[in-house]
């Protein structure tokens, strides 16, 4: 935790997928400082890292291909680094979804040692809209939020290898990992949207900005 | 487990000075000045809605850019997913939707007038913003291709366009099916109908929708209060409840629409 008078400079990163306004704003009012980055170098001089994400796994990995050398060196310097939806799921080793379209190769961090699985053919998918999160271990990311909902939307969902790496867990079907984070602590990741998460929300990006 | 989601949503127009204004119909006459975009969408993201939607009713050009503007002041200060709809007839309409701060776009007519619209929208920015909205009509002839008993009658569902005021011929639970097919992520259903009589959703639209498909269906049109949206999720099988007027004038709370269905074990967030 810092003790500095100054906002916490946080790095979104932007290789090119999507709608980064949402998660912008809701840093800004957990009281980042933010700056969008195509510029890998500019993670150097961050106090933590947003990776955010929408779409399918391999493009994710391909259009944060030139981020994956500092990523890794961010995490392994210890600094927080945050994953969201996709960007959680590409926290893992790897991804069924790359498997089903042919790109079996593609190589998520493996930040956090394990693959995302689709959901079973019998619910529909995407997992859309607000689901219930059961903390099931203490980490500062989902400080205040056991037992509230956030926004999801999504189709696979991450199996760590380590079944202690999940933090929270949300219910359709069966549980799955809603939060994980390595053993160190410092990478961490939301299958759901804090910044569609409202309240919840914002509360899990103060908690964000708090550690960085 | 998921919740049902509530949803106000919003008719924006253009005032008098060209600026974007809420406007409400009101017992089937004049649409009513109802306050500010922004202001509103701030008030329902802190009174717990699920979600909200913004629908451009300007329909001219000149109105477009205002209107995207605006979506971008309502999506900075709305924590919650944000479904824009109005005017969307190609995939450029869709990106600078998406890229002025929506979450989802809701097509209408122009998904209608060309289909391969929601197949493009889909695969180029994901089925979950894609929103496919109907505008139903009940018919009692036999032109139609999925028929339900309606007070002791047979009778289909007709899509409309321009408000109703149009018939298009084309059957809407097909049409649902076919949008689902398409890629669609949600079907939004309005009913022309049931539209601003506060008697309750149509019930009878809205189970054949959601018997057909198996996309999220959000029912709209009719909402009077919270027994009606307790109806529409447990005769009809909705996933998210639209309303405008009963939230707009303060007659209902989103929290006591919400704690009305709670209590009678629809699960809802609050």
Redesign the interface.
Same mark, same amino acid.
């Given at each position: 935790m810092s003790t500095r008078q100054a906002a916490a400079e946080v790095v979104v990163v932007d290789y090119g997928l999507g709608?980064l #306004?949402?998660v912008t =704003?809701?840093l800004e =009012?957990a009281g980042a400082a933010v700056t969008l980055s195509a510029d890998p170098a500019d993670l150097d001089s961050a106090d933590g890292v947003v990776l955010p994400g929408?779409?399918a796994f391999s493009e994710g990995m391909d259009n944060a291909g030139p981020f994956r050398e500092t990523l890794v060196e961010a995490a392994e310097a210890g600094r927080p680094l945050f994953g969201i939806c996709l960007g959680m799921q590409m926290l893992l080793t790897t991804s069924e979804e790359a498997e089903h379209a042919g790109q079996g190769d593609a190589e998520g961090l493996d930040l956090v040692p394990g693959r995302n699985v689709r959901f079973r053919s019998d619910l529909?998918v995407?997992?859309? @809209?607000?689901? &219930?999160l059961d903390v099931t271990r203490d980490h500062p990311i989902v400080e205040g939020v056991d037992g509230e909902?956030a926004?999801f939307?999504h189709s696979y969902y991450a199996e760590p290898d380590d079944p202690g790496a999940t933090v929270a867990t949300a /219910?359709?079907g069966d549980d799955f990992a809603a939060v994980v984070a390595n053993d160190r602590g410092n990478v961490f990741g939301t299958q759901f949207h804090p &910044?569609?998460?409202? /309240?919840t929300?914002?509360r899990i990006l103060r908690n964000f900005v708090d550690l960085c | 487990?998921?919740?049902k #989601?509530i949803i106000p949503c919003i008719d924006v127009d253009l005032d008098e000075d060209g600026k974007a204004a809420v406007y409400t119909g009101v017992n089937f006459e004049d649409l009513a000045y109802t306050g500010d975009p922004v202001e509103m969408a701030k008030k329902y993201?802190e009174a717990?809605a $699920?979600e909200f939607v913004f629908l451009d009713i300007t329909a001219s050009a000149e109105g477009r850019e205002t209107m995207l503007d605006t979506v971008?002041a309502v999506? $900075?200060e709305v924590?919650?997913?944000l479904t824009v709809g109005g005017g969307i007839r190609t995939r450029e309409d869709v990106k600078e939707t998406? !890229?002025a @701060?929506a $979450?989802k776009v809701s097509v209408n007519t122009g998904a209608l007038d060309r289909p391969e619209l929601i197949t493009e929208g889909a695969e180029s920015f994901?089925?979950?913003c894609i929103v496919i909205s109907v505008d139903a009509r009940r018919r009692f002839d036999e032109e139609g291709e999925h028929y339900v008993a309606v007070d002791g009658e047979s009778c289909w569902f007709e899509c409309t366009v321009k408000g109703g005021r149009e018939g298009t011929g084309v059957d809407v639970v097909s049409w649902a099916s076919e949008a689902e097919d398409r890629g669609a992520? &949600?079907l939004f259903v309005n009913s022309i109908d049931a539209d601003g009589t506060k008697d309750g959703y149509d019930i009878p639209l809205t189970k054949a929708v959601c018997d057909t498909v198996?996309?999220?269906v959000i029912a709209s049109s009719g909402c009077g209060g919270p027994e009606d949206a307790s109806e529409v999720f447990t005769e009809a099988g909705a $996933?998210a409840a639209l309303a405008a007027s009963i939230f707009h004038f303060d007659e209902y709370s989103i929290r006591a629409v919400k704690e009305y269905l709670d209590d009678r074990g629809v699960p809802v !967030?609050l």
């Open positions: 709608n #306004r949402s =704003r809701g =009012r929408v779409g529909t995407p997992h859309m @809209g607000w689901n &219930e909902h926004y939307v /219910e359709y &910044e569609k998460s409202g /309240e929300g914002l | 487990m998921l919740t #989601r993201n717990g $699920d971008s999506a $900075d924590f919650i997913p998406l !890229r @701060g $979450d994901g089925s979950q992520g &949600e198996s996309t999220p $996933d !967030r």
